[in-house]
């Protein structure tokens, strides 16, 4: 018999925002809808054996919260991490925890931060942020229909990939990676990462199955990822058209400027303009 599915839930505390954990709980649902049984463990600060797990997952966070966990993460768990990718752990990680597998991001403060340097990519704090409704054309390796991946971004981050690595797609709706290079997020093997929150999975079904898929061939020790049993996936694919119709309408838009540093908006708030998709 074999053992349950284990997801590794990364800081769930302080790095889950924009609904982030709602991709731990489509996995769980949609591997027991299958008769799969699943166990989500969270995995906090301090040394961790990544390697025991199958998926592994990790959201964005405040920056505050993010400079912590760098700093807990190249401490603890960067060999940890370095060891499960090689091992065929399954992993999504968002925003910040995309971020974090990178070489170093520097903040807007002009503080670089150090990235566990498992991808070849760097980031950095932009001068306006990307805010709104996504869609990307997904990479052809991945092999998902339809090929079209829905979400939302909210990030002022700017992220560069090496020449060696592939984007998840091709951006047609939103600012992507940073904004120029038409790319949005990274794929390297079993390893995803993005700066899509919404949360993504829920309205991105088979995306959400070609991660339980790998995270399964890694629990039977698998050389082949194998196909899913299917599912009746017409809800979830509405709310996919229907994000999909919602991005569309902002097509064109673009990256809404950051104010001066302490320097109030309109209605009071400080740091960055309220966000309209037809300027």
């Known amino acids: 018999m074999s053992r349950p599915l284990r997801i590794g839930h990364l800081y769930p505390d302080a790095m889950n925002i924009y609904g982030d954990v709602g991709n731990v709980r489509t996995l769980v649902q949609r591997a027991r809808w299958r008769g799969i049984d699943v166990e989500v463990l969270a995995i906090g600060p301090g040394?961790?054996?990544?390697?025991?797990?199958?998926?592994?997952?990790?959201?964005?966070?405040?920056?505050?919260?993010?400079?912590?966990?760098?700093?807990?993460?190249?401490?603890?768990?960067?060999?940890?991490?370095?060891?499960?990718?090689?091992?065929?752990?399954?992993?999504?990680?968002?925003?910040?925890?995309?971020?974090?597998?990178?070489?170093?991001?520097?903040?807007?403060?002009g503080h670089e931060l150090t990235g566990l340097g498992l991808l070849d990519l760097r980031s950095s704090a932009g001068h306006d942020r990307w805010i709104g409704n996504v869609v990307i054309e997904a990479d052809a390796s991945l092999q998902l229909q339809p090929r079209t991946v829905v979400g939302f971004e909210n990030h002022g981050g700017r992220t560069r990939l090496g020449a060696g690595l592939h984007p998840l797609g091709r951006v047609v709706v939103g600012g992507g990676n940073n904004g120029e290079d038409g790319g949005e997020g990274v794929v390297r093997g079993r390893l995803i990462g993005t700066y899509l929150h919404g949360s993504l999975l829920p309205k991105n079904p088979h995306l959400a199955d070609w991660l339980l898929a790998t995270a399964l061939a890694h629990r039977d020790a698998a050389g082949l990822v194998a196909a899913l049993s299917p599912l009746d996936d017409s809800v979830e694919m509405a709310a996919h058209s229907r994000a999909l119709e919602l991005a569309m309408a902002e097509r064109g838009r673009r990256a809404v400027p950051l104010r001066g540093r302490g320097a109030p908006a309109a209605d009071g708030r400080r740091g960055w303009l309220p966000y309209n998709p037809h300027p």
């Open 47 to 109: 040394p961790a054996e990544l390697a025991e797990y199958d998926l592994l997952f990790m959201g964005g966070g405040q920056d505050r919260d993010q400079s912590r966990i760098f700093g807990d993460f190249t401490e603890h768990k960067g060999s940890a991490m370095e060891h499960a990718l090689e091992d065929g752990v399954a992993v999504l990680a968002v925003c910040g925890g995309y971020q974090l597998l990178g070489e170093s991001y520097v903040d807007a403060d």
